[in-house]
């Protein structure tokens, strides 16, 4: 967790003082276990008493920490937006498939690998991204939207000055093509974990899917 993202939640009031002087291992247990309760239920359902007994504090310290629910799951949007975005740049500056059409759908699947190994945070990212329709939700829609739009657009980009993309296609509708694709990725794969009607094969659709898309967009 990191410290710097704790103290600008503190300027801005979403975290206390009291709660910044928590020991790590402490406020990693009360982030778990909230990002567990808002990632399983909708916000008005979220119970402070559930996430205090399971973090072991009482209700009065999550509430010293955080002053109200809301400033909670502010927190663990932060958190977790700040987590996401070390992860996804650590991962942009590696190294990546030659062509563009393999780094796209490279991208595709090591997300969706990613998600299988972290389900309870895949979870409160679909919460967040389609259930819960307070401004802090509406917030981390647009940051997520946003972190994504860069780096795919960092892919296309390389493509144009490789030739392997066509000079005369436009970047960013390129790229919100591939993240509306993306998305619906999400929701086909969050079904097949709901209804256990059958994995869904994600390399394969995103091998599909790029295919399709280069298919137009070559050089």
């Known amino acids: 967790m990191d410290e710097n993202v704790i103290l600008s939640l503190t300027r801005a009031g979403i975290a206390t003082a009291t709660f910044r002087k ?3 291992e402490k406020k990693e247990l009360i982030y778990k276990n909230a990002l567990k309760e808002f990632a399983t239920d909708i916000f008005d359902r979220v119970s402070l008493d559930k996430i205090a007994a399971s973090a ?7 509430l010293q920490y955080f002053t109200h629910k809301e400033n909670l799951l502010n927190f663990i949007s932060e958190i977790f937006l700040s987590e996401y975005e070390r992860v996804w740049d650590n991962y942009f500056v590696r190294e990546h498939p030659i062509r563009a059409r393999d780094r796209v759908a490279a991208y595709l699947v090591t997300r969706f690998d990613s998600w299988e190994k972290e389900r309870l945070e895949f979870a409160f990212y679909m919460k967040m991204q389609y259930e819960n329709s307070i401004d802090v939700s509406r917030k981390f ?3 997520i939207l946003a972190l994504r739009h860069r780096h795919i657009l960092g892919m296309i980009e390389r493509g ?3 030739g392997e993309i066509r000079g005369d296609a436009e970047p960013d509708a390129i790229a919100f093509l591939i993240q509306s694709l993306s998305r619906n990725m999400e929701i086909a794969y969050q079904m097949s974990l709901l209804t256990g009607r059958g994995k869904f094969n994600i390399k394969e659709t995103a091998d599909k899917l790029t295919l399709l898309i280069f298919d137009g967009i070559s050089g």
């Open 22 to 24: 928590l020991e790590p």
């Open 56 to 62: 072991g504090v009482s209700k009065g310290s999550l």
């Open 141 to 143: 829609r647009e940051r």
């Open 160 to 162: 144009i000055k490789t």
